[in-house]
């Protein structure tokens, strides 16, 4: 299994503001996945990071407000910008395991916009 | 979209029960996992059970597949305090999306001591 740390644990902002996540994993991985949980419901995937290649979105997602950089194997950074309340959720990252689908996720970052 | 429902929403059990949670989903699958997720933290993967098996253990969890009524079940046997946690089906759909996970709506599971 991957051990995976998220950078700031949690942060309160402003709005209007941007905060940018880190995402570190302890082995070189090809895909990283992002993920927001709003409060009390599930996650919905944001976008697949790909080293060396531009992210991929999910429907509803788009990069200008969400923008994602994958500079290396091990390490990813989600932007979360021009921040509104409605951006206040629990964003987490993921890496795919080696065998099947199961993935790990990191810690989550606890995001409250004011 | 949603891909999982959960059922229950919420379940408060006293420790040593059993616990059930049903997940429902709508498109076919490649494989359908569970996770749980403690007080708004990371995410744990418990098990996974592809769609050509019926059914999987592992140690006090025992999950059922039934791909015929798209659903699947997670059994917690003699449960512990430390169980308290959501839990989350998510499927994939394999193919050239088969890391993609759809999750489930979660159970609050609650176990009191």
């Known amino acids: 299994s991957a051990v995976i740390s998220q950078k700031p644990s949690r942060d309160i902002c402003q709005r209007g503001t941007s905060l940018t996540i880190q995402c570190q994993v302890d082995?070189?991985?090809?895909?990283m996945f992002w993920y927001r949980q709003q409060p009390g419901q599930s996650l919905t995937l944001i976008a697949t990071?790909?080293?060396?290649?531009?992210?991929?979105?999910e429907s509803g997602f788009v990069i200008d407000k969400f923008p994602i950089s994958r500079p290396n194997l091990t390490f990813s950074t989600l932007t979360v910008s021009n921040m509104s309340p409605e951006d206040s959720s629990i964003y987490l990252c993921?890496?795919?395991?080696?065998?099947?689908?199961?993935?790990?996720f990191g810690p989550g970052t606890r995001l409250t916009v004011l | 979209s949603q891909q999982g429902e959960e059922d229950p929403q919420a379940l408060s059990i006293q420790e040593g029960e059993n616990a059930t949670m049903n997940c429902s989903y709508k498109?076919?699958?490649?494989?359908l996992q569970w996770y749980r997720q403690n007080s708004g933290r990371g995410l744990v993967h418990l098990i996974l059970?592809?769609?050509?098996?019926r059914e999987k253990h592992s140690g006090r969890l025992r999950v059922t597949l039934d791909t015929s009524k798209k659903s699947s079940s997670l059994l917690i046997t003699a449960s512990r305090a430390a169980d308290t946690a959501s839990y989350f089906c998510?499927?994939?759909?394999?193919?050239?999306?088969?890391?993609?996970?759809?999750f489930g709506k979660g159970t609050l599971l609650t176990v009191n001591p």
């Open positions: 993921s890496v795919g395991g080696r065998t099947y689908n199961e993935q790990f």
């Open positions: 498109t076919s699958i490649n494989n």
């Open positions: 082995s070189q991985v090809t895909m």
């Open positions: 059970i592809r769609s050509n098996e």
């Open positions: 998510a499927t994939d759909a394999g193919g050239g999306s088969n890391y993609k996970l759809t």
């Open positions: 990071a790909n080293q060396g290649s531009e992210a991929t979105y």
